[in-house]
């Protein structure tokens, strides 16, 4: 059984300068780091769709506000809000920020918040496995507030990791008057910091955009520690009439890991005159996501197919992770191979590959730094939530146990 590095702290550093070595000439699949074993993950990117909605009360408070400037700055505001979640939690909670698992095509992880705006669901899906890709869809029920995407990542190596995200994800507001806003949301880049020290953690760097339909853009500039306020994690945003960046409507800037304020106008005056709302992310609670129990779910859910391989890493047992992962992988290469032979593709079980080209990409892409094909030949299409497909597999029965074990064999080999 391999070692784990507060068990043996010389081993962990022997394996981390291999691991470094390795990275320094790796070809930008992140996918294809070998890593050692305390920087692993049993976690696998399909969970991580549902960072954006850990607060669902932030998330749907948009469509209560009847002013659209207002609502593209709650937009702005939640939009902040998920940061925390999305790129600082994992390496606060353990210490550093792991590997996680690449998700297998097809791989489900669903799940939902029940709160005070209450129920929100969750289904995060794995559309493409070459090049790897995540869609996701997260939809309140009781304000009809949606959200989707889909995402990918593109790594670099100089003298870090720095990693581009391709793709984008789309909100859309039900508002108080009765009509429907989109917002267009890109993703920022990333890279990780403290990597030769042994400790990685993410921070965020250049620049991410909100564009909404009815007429507003948000643009934040991310900035390390070292920058301006030499403060980590910190973040400048403004909000304009979309095209007329100087005619700045609000400013925010503080830490998207603590504190950040939002006033309107360019500047914050020093009596704090025109803070218009504030946020902090150390004090803001987060609302639990439910996930079924491991015997009730999907053959392909996330955490029933790792499962075998999740305990293993927890217990630093490697041969048992090779040999899991082994199952999952080839069973994967063999049920691509046949159905290559029998001229079929697998089917995505929520998500749709968007044929025509992409309306809301067209009127709001340029603006929001996301091209109007939405990157889709590097992340197998421009993938979109397909409602009909969800509302089949509702009024589906339940899977028999035999149709549950030949799922399980023929996907992950187990
Ligand atoms: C780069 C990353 C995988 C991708 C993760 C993404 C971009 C996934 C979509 C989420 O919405 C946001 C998000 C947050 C963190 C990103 C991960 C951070 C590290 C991980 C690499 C594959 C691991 C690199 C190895 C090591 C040792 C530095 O952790």
Redesign the pocket.
């Known amino acids: 059984m391999a070692e784990t590095a507060q068990q043996n702290p010389q081993a962990a550093g022997s394996s981390w300068t291999s691991f470094l070595k390795s990275i320094a000439s790796f070809n930008g699949d992140?996918s294809s780091?070998t890593?050692p074993p305390f920087?692993l993950s049993g976690i696998s990117?399909t969970e991580?769709s549902s960072?954006w909605s850990e607060h669902p009360s932030v998330l749907v408070a948009p469509s209560r506000e009847p002013d659209a400037q207002k609502r593209a700055m709650l937009v702005l505001k939640w939009f902040l809000s998920t940061l925390k979640q999305?790129?600082a939690t994992r390496s606060e909670k353990y210490g550093n920020?792991?590997?996680?698992l690449n998700p297998f095509l097809g791989e489900l992880f669903l799940g939902k918040w029940e709160d005070e705006a209450g129920t929100t669901e969750l289904i995060s899906e794995q559309v493409s496995h070459h090049p790897p890709a995540t869609a996701y869809s997260i939809t309140n029920k009781n304000s009809g507030v949606h959200l989707e995407g889909y995402?990918a990542?593109k790594a670099t190596f100089g003298k870090t990791?720095n990693?581009k995200?391709i793709g984008h994800a789309l909100l859309t507001i039900p508002t108080p008057a009765g009509d429907r806003e989109t917002y267009l949301i890109s993703l920022p880049s990333?890279h990780?910091e403290n990597?030769f020290l042994g400790a990685?953690f993410?921070e965020l760097n250049s620049t991410s955009f909100i564009t909404s339909s009815s007429g507003f853009t948000a643009k934040i500039d991310y900035a390390g520690k070292g920058w301006l306020s030499g403060k980590k994690n910190s973040f400048t945003a403004t909000i304009y009439p979309t095209g007329r960046e100087k005619e700045v409507l609000y400013n925010a800037s503080g830490q998207w890991t603590k504190q950040f304020e939002i006033h309107t106008g360019s500047a914050k005056h020093s009596s704090d005159a025109n803070l218009v709302d504030s946020y902090d992310a150390t004090a803001a609670a987060t609302t639990p996501l439910f996930v079924a129990p491991i015997e009730q779910q999907h053959p392909l859910e996330s955490r029933r197919a790792w499962q075998k391989v999740a305990e293993a890493i927890l217990k630093g047992d490697m041969d048992t992770v090779g040999r899991e992962k082994g199952k999952i992988e080839n069973a994967q290469r063999e049920l691509r191979a046949k159905e290559k032979s029998e001229g079929r593709m697998w089917q995505r079980r929520y998500f749709t590959v968007q044929a025509e080209p992409d309306r809301v990409l067209g009127l709001l892409g340029k603006h929001a730094g996301v091209p109007d094909h939405g990157d889709g030949d590097k992340t197998g299409g421009v993938w979109r939530f397909d409602q009909a497909k969800a509302d089949r597999l509702r009024g589906e029965q339940p899977l028999s146990e035999e149709q549950q074990k030949v799922l399980a064999r023929d996907h992950l080999g187990q």
């Open positions: 992140l780091l890593a920087i990117l991580y960072y999305q790129y920020e792991k590997k996680p995402n990542q990791i990693i995200q990333l990780v990597l990685p993410i």
